[in-house]
């Protein structure tokens, strides 16, 4: 009961969202996660600034490099085709059952989202009558709409499915390098996504960072990735050209592979702790220009 109270509510926020113009949306939802009035036209904190990208920036690069799909593309003609998780489907709508006959186990995934994933690690997993319900919210949905972020307003929906690469059954560490003017800062570390989520930010000499994001970590450290000097070259080449990129890689066996590229981190809804890493982070972000045509 009390689930679907709080799904009415999102959805009631997003409509709302969505409605307003893009200034009004960011600036409300803005103030509902932060309990203060975002500095728009000169942004100070990390969030701002991601709210200030939503507004004004339009690098024509960011909606390729935010499809799933596209982005495979992408990286593979940069750093080669083994950076690229395979693809075992994709398309606009899933297959006749029959059809679905994917090597388990597999993700299914919506491309023109970020977070929206179906993990079958068995064939009992396989429960279509429920993924096809979820599936059709993902494809009747424009993510990113509510929260005005741009890369995604004109994505096509797709589906894709990929082999899950974990080495176990449960999610695999997320490795995500936040890059600023194309340097890598930190590594962004996160373990049981999807069972107990911990997140862990670390400095390229892997010293623990004093701050959270999303998620608590635990008092323990989690060991570098045998591929980090490797994973630091691709994330640079990657994210070259843009004022902030966070780039997602995995490990598997010591070899690396790359994810997604994510330019909007949760969408600016998160607050960090303590709160003066949101300005120490913002420092990092070259300075946001607010153009004299605003979009």
């Known amino acids: ?167 176990v059954y449960k999610s695999p560490t997320d490795y995500k390098l936040w890059v600023f003017d194309g340097k890598a800062v930190f590594m962004q570390v996160d373990t049981g996504r999807y069972e107990r989520h911990r997140q862990y930010f670390y400095d390229l000499e892997w010293n623990r960072q004093p701050f959270e994001f999303v998620a608590p970590g635990t008092p323990e450290d989690v060991p570098p990735p045998q591929s980090l000097e490797k994973m630091i070259w691709a994330a640079e080449r990657i994210g070259a050209g843009f004022s902030y990129a966070r780039v997602d890689l995995y490990e598997v066996g010591g070899k690396p592979l790359f994810g997604e590229m994510t330019f909007y981190p949760v969408g600016a809804r998160c607050r960090f702790k303590p709160e003066s890493a949101d300005t120490d982070l913002g420092r990092l972000w070259p300075a946001a220009r607010t153009p004299d045509v605003k979009s």
């Open 1 to 167: 009961m009390a689930q679907s109270i709080s799904s009415a509510v999102r959805r009631v926020r997003d409509a709302i969202l969505e409605a307003l113009p893009a200034r009004a949306a960011v600036s409300l939802e803005f103030l509902l996660y932060h309990h203060r009035l975002p500095r728009l036209d000169n942004p100070v904190t990390f969030n701002e600034k991601l709210e200030h990208r939503k507004l004004f920036d339009r690098d024509p690069r960011l909606p390729a490099m935010s499809d799933k799909i596209e982005v495979k593309k992408c990286v593979a003609e940069l750093l080669g085709p083994e950076w690229v998780v395979p693809t075992l489907w994709f398309g606009t709508k899933l297959p006749p059952r029959p059809e679905r006959n994917w090597p388990v186990p597999y993700v299914l995934k919506a491309s023109h989202a970020s977070g929206w994933n179906i993990f079958v690690r068995s064939r009992a997993d396989e429960k279509w009558d429920e993924i096809e319900k979820e599936i059709g919210h993902w494809l009747g949905t424009r993510y990113g709409a509510p929260s005005k972020e741009w890369a995604y307003a004109n994505l096509e929906p797709r589906l894709l499915v990929e082999p899950f690469i974990s080495e």
